[in-house]
T-cell receptor, first 115, second 113 residues
Framework: DSGVTQTPKHLITATGQRVTLRCSPRSGDLSVYWYQQSLDQGLQFLIH???????AKGNILERFSAQQFPDLHSELNLSSLELGDSALYFC??????????????FGPGTRLTVL | AQSVTQPDIHITVSEGASLELRCNYSYGATPYLFWYVQSPGQGLQLLLK??????LVQGIKGFEAEFKRSQSSFNLRKPSVHWSDAAEYFCAVGLITGNQFYFGTGTSLTVIP
């Protein structure tokens, strides 16, 4: 158990809909990272937040957005969903803002299925 | 272009045999190097990491990795594979400059009895 929690575990929705994925980092970790894992794209970095502020953006679509709240939990919002958004979405956390330096602790993931 | 390469998409080994998973990187400076493992249906777990010093690092579950600067490689090894090692293995690099972290495409390991 990494200490990172993600809800829900599974999510099934229809095209065009909007969903919110939630992540609670390990106690004491200030950084939260979001990743998308699909069979054809592999593990793709989406976005990094540190202590409520966006630190880095990866291959995140404009239809997707994220935020980190004062209690350090984070939410990833996916809107106007398409079939191709079906994937496993991981959240990870680390203690500092230095993404390149710290080990990242991964949650169990949320499996999103868009029908 | 900057990249992390895991040239083997899939590897099959017999239980008890030795294992080596390859990882090469292409960056201007020596990055921080990591190996993660993902068991089926699970999140990623850190096996080991290299920041500096001794180029042979020991990790959990009997894994080790060797950093070779001249080859820009960080290969993962295990002398005797167990059936429970069947999983997806990801090499990753971290760059302090630019605050960046990159994963390789992964190597899927199958262990046969």
């Amino acid at each position: 158990d990494s200490g990172v929690t993600q809800t829900p575990k599974h999510l099934i929705t229809a095209t065009g809909q909007r969903v919110t994925l939630r992540c609670s980092p390990r106690s004491g970790d200030l950084s939260v990272y979001w990743y998308q894992q699909s069979l054809d794209q592999g593990l793709q970095f989406l976005i990094h937040y540190y202590n409520g502020e966006e630190r880095a953006k990866g291959n995140i679509l404009e239809r997707f957005s994220a935020q980190q709240f004062p209690d350090l939990h984070s939410e990833l919002n996916l809107s106007s969903l398409e079939l191709g958004d079906s994937a496993l979405y991981f959240c990870a956390s680390s203690p500092t803002r230095l993404a390149g330096y710290n080990e990242q602790f991964f949650g169990p993931g949320t499996r999103l299925t868009v029908l | 272009a900057q990249s992390v390469t895991q040239p083997d998409i899939h590897i099959t080994v017999s239980e008890g045999a030795s294992l080596e998973l390859r990882c090469n990187y292409s960056y201007g400076a020596t990055p921080y190097l990591f190996w993660y493992v993902q068991s089926p249906g699970q999140g990623l777990q850190l096996l080991l990491k290299y920041f500096s010093g001794d180029t042979l690092v020991q990790g959990i579950k009997g894994f080790e990795a060797e950093f070779k600067r001249s080859q820009s490689s960080f290969n993962l090894r295990k002398p005797s594979v167990h059936w429970s090692d069947a999983a997806e293995y990801f090499c990753a690099v971290g760059l302090i400059t630019g605050n960046q972290f990159y994963f390789g495409t992964g190597t899927s390991l199958t262990v046969i009895p």
